[in-house]
């Protein structure tokens, strides 16, 4: 059983404060994914890795950036939070080659920020 | 880019047969299915990959068309368990398909 953890299911911030929310997955899959959620808009996909150290823009990429040390280990790291920066944050693996293999998903971190 | 969904949301009585539709303006490579439950992760459904195929397991299925730019999901005599968001999931080609291009999903909503 492939399984994607987040490190906090609920998590509360202050603007201004420098925020990590971490994804590790134990599938030894090349991609991983951090979408947010947002009532009515879908999942936007925020950045992208496919392989350590390599990441990729997503569409709403402004606010945030990532890191990925390890292949396990893919995080995102909101510099500096915001209030619009309030939403539900999942993270998702795939092996390589999206198109034909399934993603797994995180059980997410609903993050408010304050 | 973004595929369209339709319908936005249904509802259903428990027995009903249910279509939600992920469509695209240009050929896809692939179509994926995923349902999520209020309050949890999207769980993958099944992936389609050839122009004419259909797919499914137990009373939900799926097909995507020959000009592979339309998938349809059939949900057949619906379950209470069936109530939840469903989205697509598109790749356009096979040479770029490192991400997922998702619809806005489709509500639907199975009552007793």
């Known amino acids: 059983d492939v399984k994607v953890t987040q490190s906090s299911r609920y998590l509360v911030k202050r603007t201004g404060e420098k925020v990590f929310l971490e994804c590790v997955q134990d599938?030894?899959?090349?991609?991983m994914f951090w979408y947010r959620q947002d009532p009515g808009l879908g999942l936007r996909l925020i950045y992208f890795?496919?392989?350590?150290?390599?990441?990729e823009k997503g569409d709403i990429p402004e606010g945030y950036s990532v890191s990925r040390e390890k292949k396990e280990r893919f995080s995102l790291i909101l510099e500096s939070a915001s209030t619009n920066q309030t939403s539900m944050y999942l993270c998702?693996?795939?092996?390589?080659?999206?198109?034909?293999?399934?993603?797994?998903f995180g059980p997410g971190t609903r993050l408010t920020v304050l | 880019q973004q595929p369209v969904q339709s319908p936005q949301a249904v509802i259903l009585r428990e027995g009903e047969d249910a279509v939600i539709n992920c469509s695209s303006s240009?050929?896809?490579?692939?179509v994926h299915w995923y349902r999520q439950k209020h309050g949890e992760a999207p769980v993958f459904l099944m992936i389609?990959?050839?122009g004419g195929e259909q797919k499914g397991h137990d009373k939900i299925s799926a097909s995507f068309n020959e000009k592979k730019q339309q998938s349809s999901l059939y949900l057949t005599a619906s379950q209470l368990s069936y109530s939840g968001t469903y989205f697509c999931?598109?790749?356009?080609?096979?040479?770029?398909?490192?991400?997922?291009?998702w619809g806005l999903g489709t509500s639907l909503a199975v009552n007793p």
């Open positions: 999931g598109t790749t356009v080609n096979a040479g770029n398909n490192r991400k997922l291009i």
């Open positions: 389609l990959l050839k």
């Open positions: 890795s496919y392989d350590v150290k390599m990441k």
């Open positions: 599938m030894d899959h090349e991609n």
């Open positions: 240009k050929a896809l490579y692939s």
């Open positions: 998702a693996t795939t092996l390589a080659g999206t198109g034909r293999n399934e993603q797994f």
